[in-house]
């Protein structure tokens, strides 16, 4: 399984409070630096899989960036067509987990990936049309975006919402998109539908299926997913879990879903779901 993953890479910060954190106040904490980024983070769960990844994002000329590079040589992934940017600082994530590991505020700084457009497209794609499946996420601009799907040919795309803010620049792509993965607040903003109950969910999986997207996939946390095409939508329990971490947990389903993309809706859904759960008990050291 050959996949050419085009998105994020960035350095995250991730900090857990000791105890509840209080507002306005120091607080003591854990914090960790390592890898990250969403398309980093699909492109590393999905080697670790055994697929051959070629994975495109762009970053700084810095020492940030060059820990990123060697961090996904080391996972077995091709960063031959890394965009290194002079002038530009490599993306920053940074993270505020409470003592129970959910998320409290996280901040991002990816001014570089947005820089990326249609010239730097053009001269990744070779990888591209080699691909058996093409991962993108909303971090990219609409116009990389754009001349990505362009060049995508016959080949399946999965794309990732990434976040509230980027979500509806996916909006105008989705008859281009085969398999759409995002949560809840994303599904809302993306539909402008409400996302409360499971009619809600099946409403705006079917909004999202009517306009072009083939599979949706809406991760709803401890409640599960809601996994839908257009023939309707099905449930999945999440795996139950003691959750130390959330970051990176929806890439982590995102690159299961995407391992399974030739199988059906419900075994994608479970798959990732697995995988997730996984993610969720490693901690902050």
Known sequence: MRVTVIGAANVDILTKSADKIIHADSNPAVVNLSAGGVGLNIAVNLSRLGAEIDFVTAIGADPLGAF????????????????????????????????????????????????????????????????????????????????????????????????????????????????????????????????DSDEDLKLACADLTSRGAGRVFITLGAQGVCAADSRGAVFVPAVPVAVNNVTGAGDAFAAGVAFRYQEDLETQAKYGAALAAQHLDRRIK
């Not at 965009?83 to 409290?104: C, P």
Request: proline content about 2%; overall charge negative.
């Open 68 to 195: 990123l590079r060697e961090s996904c040589e080391s996972s077995g992934i091709n960063t031959s067509a890394w965009i290194v940017r002079e002038g530009l600082s490599t993306g920053l994530y940074s993270a505020a987990h409470d003592y129970d590991g959910e998320l409290y505020v996280g901040f991002n700084a990816m001014a570089v990936l947005e820089s990326v457009g249609s010239r730097d497209v053009a001269l990744c794609s070779e990888r591209i049309r080699e691909a058996d499946l093409l991962i993108v996420d909303a971090n990219l601009a609409v116009e990389a975006l754009e001349a990505i799907l362009a060049e995508r040919g016959g080949r399946p795309v999965m794309a990732d919402t990434v976040s509230v803010a980027k979500a509806p620049r996916l909006g105008g792509l989705l008859p281009k998109i085969g398999i759409l993965k995002l949560n809840r607040a994303e599904a809302q903003r993306l539909t402008g539908l409400a996302v």
